[in-house]
């Protein structure tokens, strides 16, 4: 049996020298706050054990992370029609990159950049009487905190600065890729990721990668295993935006970024973990979160390769 409370407590002895490194996102005023030095993480097997280290009370907003249940939400309730408006493509540029979207008619290369998650978050909003709601009950479910909330001055933050993802939808509204109203869109996106929640949480939330669809904190089955596989396969090519294939190098895990400093991956059939530490690299990923799940990978050597 693997001892994962001492490969955690290794872990964290391991990335201490590189807690200071990095810069919190600040194009985002209310994240600017977060302080560097900051760390926990937590692991959540599929037989529903967590085991933590670091500052596991610190909560943080879910940023990109939400970008997987926003897609898990829509597969729920699309098929083929989803992916006739976002790919299944790595997109080999930032995750806020305008560019590609002209190039590419206003279809988004992959969910988990920004283009991808608000077209998805369109198509998720034409389907939820109340997505704001809906989306957080089901974040308090998976999670087993039903106090978990929404910080509403991050969201705020997020939309008074919202140009740039608005420039996107507006480009995507363009093309026709857009059915509702753009900046309802975007207020349910940025709500979505301003989600506050810990690490402890987040890893049991995303258990369900892991665990073939079935999340056991909610006796929920959220997808199939088919298509458990399916997302676990693009997390691994697109989740970590223009650094997923340096990611894969080196974690070997599909894995998913966001710019709080948070990072999930999964190893099927036995866990899901959850990282954070806010200094990011010029790609926007935690930079103390990669090292951690790169050691932790090596300790266990049970990356799915
Ligand atoms: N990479 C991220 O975490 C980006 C999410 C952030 N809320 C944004 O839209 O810019």
């Known amino acids: 049996m693997t001892d994962y409370q001492a490969v955690l407590d290794t872990t964290l002895s391991h990335i201490q020298p590189l807690l200071l490194s990095g810069k919190v996102a600040d194009y985002i005023p209310a994240l600017a706050e977060q302080k560097l030095g900051q760390f926990a993480m937590a692991l959540h097997t599929i037989d529903g054990k967590t085991y933590t280290v670091g500052d596991c009370q610190a909560r943080f907003t879910v940023q990109s992370v939400s970008k997987v249940m926003t897609l898990t939400m829509a597969l729920q309730r699309y098929e083929d029609e989803l992916w006739q408006r976002v790919g299944k493509e790595p997109s080999g540029t930032a995750f806020n990159s305008l560019t590609q979207l002209e190039f590419e008619n206003g279809i988004p290369r992959n969910p988990f950049i920004n283009a991808g998650a608000i077209v998805t978050c369109d198509a998720l909003f034409s389907r939820l009487g109340a997505p704001i709601y809906t989306m957080l009950e089901q974040y308090r479910r998976q999670s087993g905190n039903d106090k978990v909330v929404i910080n509403k001055k991050v969201a705020q933050s997020e939309f008074e600065h919202r140009f740039r993802n608005a420039a996107m939808a ?18 349910c996106y940025f709500n979505y990721c301003a989600i506050e929640i810990n690490c402890a949480e987040l890893a049991r939330t995303f258990s369900y990668l892991s665990n073939q669809g079935y999340c056991a904190q909610s006796q929920q089955q959220l997808l199939s295993a088919k298509q458990t596989k399916q997302l676990n396969s693009l997390l691994f090519t697109s989740g970590l935006y223009d650094a997923a294939g340096d990611f894969a190098y080196r974690v070997g895990m599909p894995g998913k970024s966001g710019v709080s400093g948070t990072i999930i991956a999964v190893v099927p059939g036995k866990f899901t973990v959850a990282v954070w530490s806010p200094g990011l690299d010029k790609f926007g990923n935690s930079v103390a979160g990669i090292a951690a799940l790169e050691c932790l990978s090596e300790q266990l050597n049970t990356a799915i390769f």
Do not use: C, D, P, R
């Open 170 to 187: 507006y480009l995507m509204k363009s093309f026709g890729n857009f059915t509702n109203e753009v900046e309802e869109v975007l207020w």
